[in-house]
């Protein structure tokens, strides 16, 4: 039986995800601060699909929670087949006006923290020759986001970090960033961001990411939504320049 961890599975794409890898009959370890949440969370799959949940209520943007979740889930016993990287948050505003202490919640959580886990967990899969880190990015690591610049510089750490990664594991090992697009969780509600557009739903990003277990050898890097792919796409090919202020035109702050 695969056990796999999701980290920020209290709600939104690692809640949804949390649910169909229960359903595919993945022994789980959530983690998030809700702890309230989680339990809800493990019980219903307990219930039912039959499989152990383990329920680790912490806060990721600690220094030295990554190591604090390691040393408690190799005490429990558990060895992680799947490790998935989730957990995060943006702040929405011009950077002249950031709290400092949230974006350096925001760089520990987004980066700091998944790099860790990432260097804590991948080594007993290396040895095993099996076993998956999914990396959740963002459309926002395609180009500069001006009103968002911290939150789109930790999704292209995210998506560098993981490319290269893929490019390091041995075969029988996976390694994949995703990009989700905007999808409607509670992200905007925490970011302070509206809403634009239409949103995926959770369902989407949680099919892509059951493609890239599936598959033998997924793509280093996937993104949510054919929209989402053509419009990386024209990122990469427009002038920086253009590229830059058609972001600030729909994120930056009108004062
Ligand atoms: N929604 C979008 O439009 C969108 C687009 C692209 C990428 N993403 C990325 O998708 C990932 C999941 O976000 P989401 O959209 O599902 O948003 P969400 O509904 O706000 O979920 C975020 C999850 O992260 C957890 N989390 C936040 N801060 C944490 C902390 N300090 N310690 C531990 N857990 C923490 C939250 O749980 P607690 O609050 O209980 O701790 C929650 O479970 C994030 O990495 C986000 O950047 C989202």
Same mark, same amino acid.
């Given at each position: ?55 680790? +209520? ?26 998935? /990287? /989730? ?22 959580? /987004? ?44 999704? =292209? ?57 599936? =598959? +033998? ?25 253009? +590229? ?10 009108? /004062?």
């Amino acid at each position: 039986m695969s056990t796999a961890l999701i980290t920020g599975a209290s709600s939104g794409i690692g809640k949804d995800l949390a649910v169909a890898l229960a359903a595919r009959g993945y022994e789980l370890i959530l983690v998030a601060r809700r702890k309230d949440r989680l339990a809800d969370l493990a019980k219903e799959l307990k219930s039912a699909h039959g499989v152990g949940v383990t329920v680790y +209520a912490m806060d990721l943007a600690k220094p030295g929670a990554s190591a604090q979740l390691e040393k408690q889930v190799l005490a429990d016993g558990h060895s992680v087949d799947v490790l998935v /990287n /989730n957990a995060g948050f943006g702040t929405g505003t011009r950077v002249v006006n950031e709290n400092r202490a949230a974006v350096a919640e925001e760089i520990q959580l /987004n980066v700091g923290t998944l790099v860790d886990l990432t260097i804590a967990f991948l080594p007993g899969m290396v040895k095993r020759k099996s076993g998956a880190v999914v990396n959740i990015a963002s459309t926002a690591s395609y180009q500069p986001v001006p009103g968002m610049a911290v939150y789109a510089a930790t999704k =292209s750490f995210v998506r560098s970090f993981t490319e290269a990664l893929w490019g390091e594991v041995p075969a029988g090992v996976k390694v994949f960033a995703v990009s989700p697009g905007a999808t409607a969780t509670e992200f905007f509600d925490v970011s302070g961001v509206h809403k634009f557009g239409s949103l995926a739903s959770t369902s989407e990003v949680t099919e892509v990411i059951l493609a890239g277990l599936d =598959s +033998a050898k997924p793509a280093p890097s996937v993104i949510v939504g054919a929209r989402n792919r053509i419009m990386a796409r024209i990122s990469r090919i427009v002038p920086r320049t253009m +590229a830059i202020k058609v972001a600030g035109s729909m994120f930056l702050p009108k /004062n």
